[in-house]
């Protein structure tokens, strides 16, 4: 029986993976994508992190978990009467499961359609001979030709704290309690641990945030992570900054945590459940790269050059396991790029327009630098700012928090960054990931005639107060 051979192979069937193989079979390759997720009944479930245990599911709680506080504590306002609201922690997490398995039976489809062979199982090296890469997938060992590495990542443990999934949790296990905790903790301050403690927040439970670092969403426009620090505060979510974790025991009841806060006092934090999330690290877990020589870096990571190339011939990387934003829709844009360039074309990423999300209520949306960034790169910048306050379609929808703010350039008005916090900023950042792309200045979108009412309004209004000639507030 002769080995199967293919154009191009990839393992790893997240949004980075599974992406780049179907590009490289509207491409013309005989392609096939290696992935070993399993789902409950064993079956496959590709679709990785993001569908099985990240970006999808915890949308889906974020949904429920909303849907039950508006019930709760909005609906009144809007003259509906609600009694005895109550939430069923099971058939929620089902509804979650139902969600993943139809994203996974997608992603089987998407490979069916568009002819690319699924290999269920671990992917791996086995060695590299007469131009070609011997691979084992699953039972099965395959050649390729081109080899494209989407491995993803896992989240990073707290040492001295291992995930157990029961009471000290990853991404994973936050996605899967049963009931409503009564205490929980968040180590971590960063898009998991917000997005998971609004979750079971909402839900009832009295949450703690710990965050090692002195500010408070760093990475996020400073105006806009002040403003989500005092709705988060304003929610009844704790959030702790400047602490050093020492000590962290988990027994049959809970988990208590150790650590000295912000003034050097030594306190104890104690919970029925932890959530750790500090981050994520490359994953290169079984894929044997020590068997062709492939490089990887201090971190772990999988060594490539701008256009993704590995060090070695025909070996290409993408997503999480290589450098950059660790976000799904990178992965993706890396993955169509790849594919292009095998067949000879000229994919495209820019890492400057790709666009930031926490889903939070209010969402939190930016794309671009900063206006410390500018600062301290010495850039000279307008800035404009448009509260929803004065929008009235988020008068309509009741939620009027928040803003949008353009940064452009003080001399050519190109647009340098936009931060948003507020109602479903995860859609309207678009516009700007748009804008950017084109080099366009806030004027362009000064000038563009927005719908009435919609939230976009905000958006123009933000690039004309750049001018500083709003005409709403």
């Not at 062979?117 to 081109?146: N, P, Q």
């Not at 070695?312 to 169509?336: F, I, T």
């Not at 939070?360 to 000279?380: C, M, N, Y």
């Amino acid at each position: 029986m002769s080995t199967k051979q293919f154009d191009v192979v990839v393992i790893g069937g997240g949004p980075g993976g599974y992406i780049a193989a179907i590009r490289a079979a509207q491409l013309g390759f005989n392609a096939a994508c290696i992935d070993e997720w399993k789902n409950e009944k064993g079956g496959p479930a590709p679709g990785g992190t993001c569908t099985n245990v990240g970006c999808i599911p915890s949308k889906a709680l974020l949904q429920s978990s909303e849907h039950f506080e508006h019930a709760k504590l909005h609906f009144a306002d809007h003259g509906i009467t609600a009694d005895n609201v109550a939430i069923d922690v099971a058939k929620m997490i089902g509804r979650k499961n139902t969600v993943v398995k139809q994203n996974n039976d997608g992603i089987l489809y998407l490979f069916k359609k568009n002819k690319v062979s699924f290999f269920h199982g671990r992917g791996s090296f086995v060695a590299a001979k007469d131009g070609l890469y011997e691979i084992k997938a699953g039972e099965e060992v395959i050649l390729a030709k081109h080899v494209i590495l989407a491995t993803g990542s896992n989240a990073r443990q707290l040492p001295g704290a291992p995930f157990d999934e029961v009471n000290i949790l990853s991404n994973d296990g936050a996605l899967n309690i049963a009931d409503v905790p009564k205490k929980l903790g968040v180590i971590g301050s960063g898009v998991i641990g917000l997005e998971m403690g609004s979750v079971w927040r909402r839900l009832g439970a009295e949450v703690t945030v710990l965050e090692g670092l002195p500010t408070f969403l760093g990475a996020v426009d400073e105006s806009v992570a002040k403003e989500a620090a005092k709705l988060f505060k304003k929610q009844g979510l704790k959030i702790e900054l400047g602490v050093k974790i020492g000590e962290v025991k988990s027994a049959k009841d809970g988990v208590t945590v150790a650590y000295t806060d912000a003034k050097g006092a030594a306190q104890t934090l104690a919970v029925d459940k932890l959530i750790i999330s500090i981050g994520r690290v490359p994953n290169t877990i079984g894929l044997n790269p020590e068997a062709v020589g492939l490089k990887l870096d201090e971190r772990g990571a999988i060594e490539v050059d701008g256009d993704c190339k590995t060090n070695l011939p025909n070996v290409w990387a993408v997503g999480d396991v290589v450098r950059g934003p660790m976000l799904a829709h990178k992965a993706e844009e890396e993955g169509v790029a790849v594919a292009e360039r095998i067949a000879g074309q000229h994919g495209h990423v820019n890492f400057n327009t790709i666009p930031w999300v926490i889903y939070t209520s209010p969402e939190i949306a930016w794309v671009g630098r900063t206006e410390q960034q500018l600062k301290a790169d010495g850039v000279e910048y307008k800035a404009g700012q448009f509260p929803f306050l004065a929008n009235g379609r988020a008068r309509a929808l009741g939620d009027t928090n928040g803003f949008v703010k353009f940064l452009a350039d003080a001399k050519t008005d190109e647009i340098l960054g936009v931060h948003i916090i507020g109602p479903m900023a995860s859609e309207l950042i678009s516009e700007a990931v748009v804008a950017m792309e084109f080099k366009a200045s806030a004027e362009d979108i000064a000038r563009i005639c927005h719908a009435h009412p919609s939230l976009s309004e905000a958006t123009k209004e933000a690039a004309l107060a750049v001018d500083k000639r709003t005409l709403n507030f």
